[in-house]
């Protein structure tokens, strides 16, 4: 019986050392490896890497110099009744703006203050360093008046 027992446990040695041997060692190249937040490196061919989360850049902006800023809004006055801009696109407050097009083409953003604005419109008296701000009603436009703002250049 001991004989038995012995010849088991050989063949239970022998056996973990073949398996030892039947698999090679997996090694990373120095410096390849993934290291956690917690120290813990996680490497070898069944490790899973998961792609590190950059955080989303500001926009850059580029100063465009002091224009003057007027508003106007839907009504007959102001844009002949129509109720969609130069790009066919129905006019928004926050959002739509009306600038030369020849130097802002429709689609670019311009900040003014804390406002991003997308170029949508064109107007007959907006020329060169002139935009103009849609609003929602005459009286808002007529309240905010005419100013002279710094405009930047949103690029994103």
């Known amino acids: 019986m001991c004989k038995l027992i012995k010849q088991v446990l050989l063949a239970a040695a022998a056996f973990s050392l073949s398996l030892t041997a039947a698999f090679p060692a997996f090694a990373q190249e120095a410096g390849t490896e993934t290291v ?3 120290d813990y490196v996680n490497a070898g061919p069944g490790a899973v890497q998961v792609p590190v989360e950059e955080e989303p850049e500001e ?34 407050p926050n959002h739509t703006i009306s600038a030369d097009i020849s130097q802002y083409p429709i689609g670019t953003k311009l900040r003014i203050g804390d406002v991003v604005y997308t170029v949508e419109d064109k107007g007959s008296s907006v020329r060169g360093n002139v935009v103009d701000i849609f609003y929602s009603s005459h009286q808002e436009a007529l309240d905010k008046g005419t100013y002279t703002a710094e405009v930047f250049l949103v690029q994103e």
């Open 59 to 92: 926009p850059e902006e580029v100063s465009l110099g002091l224009f003057t800023v007027t508003g106007y809004c839907g009504c007959d006055r102001c844009s002949g009744g129509h109720n969609l801009t130069y790009s066919g696109t129905v006019p928004t």
């Open 36 to 38: 956690m937040d917690d």
